[in-house]
């Protein structure tokens, strides 16, 4: 393939090879879809910094499709001797719930890879991971994870500051 150039590749003896590389496309466009609303913006322990719940649950309501930026989702993923960066991460969520009593809404976010933060963005070995996300409302996020080397499912759950956006 004349317009691939890979630059490096790990662990490929083993089940979760990866590589870096630049492919030389002829004409490369972005497709944006810019119609995303922010609706609610809140702290890791649930306290609302900007918008509200309720626009959140109208959506939701109303068929709307909904995203959910999760605060330092990949921090923990840095090399020995590298730091945390500060990043977001975007994901579509699937299925949403709404709980009327509590005022608590969660949502199951589609299945998501986990790289290094890097600028820019890089591969390594050990630098990665896949993925689900439960999110709710209040900040408590709690993950499923998948080692790519052994295929091996761990849980773990946290606090995250959270932007939830509709269209």
Known sequence: MPKYHQQDGWDSETNAPSSNFIY????????????????????????VVSRSLA??????????E??????????GLAREGESDTNHEAFIQVGSSYYYTESRLYVGATHPFVRVTP???LRYGSG??????AMCRTDGFVALRLADPYSLKMRESDGRYALRWFVR
Do not use: M, Q
Request: aromatic share 16%; with cysteine; proline share 2%.
């Open 127 to 132: 630098g990665w991971d896949f993925g689900w």
């Open 55 to 64: 626009a959140l649950v109208d959506a939701f309501s109303e068929g709307a």
């Open 66 to 75: 909904v995203k959910v930026a999760i605060r330092g989702l990949c921090n």
């Open 118 to 120: 890097a600028i820019p």
């Open 24 to 47: 030389d496309f002829d004409v490369f466009k972005y497709w944006v879809r810019d119609d995303w609303r922010e609706v609610l913006s809140h702290t890791n322990d649930g306290e």
